[in-house]
Nanobody
Framework: QVQLVESGGGSVQAGGSLRLSCVAS????????MGWFRQGPGKEREGVAS???????AYADSVKGRFTISRDNDKNTLYLEMNSLKPEDSATYFC??????????????????????WGQGTLVTVSS
C-alpha cells in the first residue's frame, strides 16, 4: 500500500526557513511525478511545486525564487526547501504523488486534482 508521510512543518517568523520532507513507502518515487500543494484556513488548495521523474521542476508564481523542490530517490524522499517565508505562506502543506509512472507532470495548479496519492499534511505557520 502506498503511503506518504510529511514532516518538517512548524512555526517560524517571517523571513525564516523550513524544510519539509515526504517519505514514500510501498512505492518507488523515482518514476513518478510528485509535488506539494497547500491549503490555508478558509482558502482553496493551491499547487506549490512539482518535480517530474526526469527532475524537471515547476513552481507557482507565488513561491518562485523562494522555494525549492527536490527528491532523493535512494531515500525515497521528496523535499520542499522554503526560504524567505511570508505570513501568506501559512498553510497545511501536503505531499502528493502520481499513482502511475509517467515522464512529465501536470501543471502546478493542477497538482492537488491530478496526483492521486496524498500525505496527511504538515502545518506551517509564519508569523509577522
Amino acid at each position: 500500500q502506498v503511503q506518504l508521510v510529511e514532516s518538517g512543518g512548524g512555526s517560524v517568523q517571517a523571513g525564516g526557513s523550513l524544510r519539509l520532507s515526504c517519505v514514500a513507502s510501498g512505492y518507488n518515487l523515482y518514476a513518478h511525478c510528485m509535488g506539494w500543494f497547500r491549503q490555508g484556513p478558509g482558502k482553496e488548495r493551491e499547487g506549490v511545486a512539482s518535480i517530474s521523474s526526469r527532475d524537471t521542476t515547476a513552481y507557482a508564481d507565488s513561491v518562485k525564487g523562494r522555494f525549492t523542490i527536490s527528491r532523493d530517490n535512494d531515500k525515497n524522499t521528496l523535499y520542499l526547501e522554503m526560504n524567505s517565508l511570508k505570513p501568506e505562506d501559512s498553510a497545511t502543506y501536503f505531499c502528493a504523488a502520481d499513482a502511475a509512472p509517467r515522464l512529465g507532470c501536470p501543471a502546478v495548479a493542477e497538482i492537488s486534482t491530478s496526483l492521486e496519492v496524498w500525505g496527511q499534511g504538515t502545518l506551517v505557520t509564519v508569523s509577522s
